[in-house]
């Protein structure tokens, strides 16, 4: 009896491994694939061969805009299967964020998108031509940044818009920020300081909304930024309704 349940404890064991090497295999040539390849290559990953994932799924081109300072950020989403064991497979969801400084690249960043069940995975690799951009970012927004700073945002997406999804529910806080409240001036004013170009949308209109009310008064500083937001007028992910992934420009 006792061999019998060792036995069984065992073959669990190493199915349980199995599935686990399955995953950090696909996961390792998946990332081996993306750091290695320019954007033309990554565009057409649905024709690689690869030895554990089995198929590329769900594959788009979200976004490539201009950012500050000569950067350009590329976004892809797509899904990749891998096996899970003899009779099935599973997939997982994958954003890759592609930086470019003036044509060249700098920077990528493979997010692994969370599940319940698991942690937030993310691996990234950076160039140091990159640090340009940091340099201006910190100088023009007055800020004292990293790198880990602009990950953490880039990140951290925010869709821009209100009504959003089946229930059309509007927004009342941000990152636990409530908005529509002059206390939290200072926040919004942090989020147009922001690397992540949705954030920076949010907080231009909150404070677009207390200027409007004569309630604040901005500073010098803080309005070159204001004014900065409007005349970059980027591409922004937004929504209609149900449908979200829209990107296009908020100011006419």
Not at 20 to 32: G, H, P
Not at 53 to 74: A, C, M, N
Not at 85 to 109: M, T
């Amino acid at each position: 009896m006792k061999f019998i349940f060792s036995f069984l404890l065992t073959l669990i064991s190493l199915i349980v491994f199995c599935q686990k090497n399955d995953y950090e295999v696909a996961k390792k040539e998946f990332e081996n694939f993306i750091f290695s390849s320019d954007s033309i290559k990554i565009q057409n990953i649905k024709n690689e061969k690869f030895e554990k994932i089995i198929d590329i799924q769900e594959y788009h081109h979200s976004v490539t805009r201009l950012l500050d300072f000569g950067l350009t950020e590329s976004i892809y989403e797509l899904r990749f299967s891998y096996p899970f064991d003899i009779h099935y497979v599973k997939g997982r969801n994958v954003i890759i964020f592609l930086f470019y400084l003036d044509g060249k690249e700098v920077g990528k960043i493979v997010d692994y998108v969370r599940y319940k069940d698991e942690e937030k995975q993310i691996s990234d690799k950076f160039d140091s031509g990159i640090n340009k951009y940091f340099v201006n970012h910190n100088s023009f927004y007055n800020t004292k940044t990293t790198k880990e700073d602009f990950i953490k945002d880039f990140l951290n997406r925010k869709v821009y818009g209100d009504g959003c999804g089946y229930k059309m529910t509007m927004i009342k806080k941000i990152d636990d920020v409530e908005r529509d409240n002059i206390e939290n001036v200072d926040k919004y004013i942090k989020w147009m300081k922001s690397y992540n170009p949705e954030l920076q949308m949010w907080g231009y209109s909150e404070i677009e909304k207390l200027l409007k009310k004569n309630l604040i008064e901005l500073e010098s500083e803080e309005l070159k930024i204001y004014n900065h937001i409007k005349e970059r007028n980027l591409f922004i992910e937004t929504c209609s309704g149900c449908t979200f992934g829209i990107f296009k420009k908020v100011f006419k």
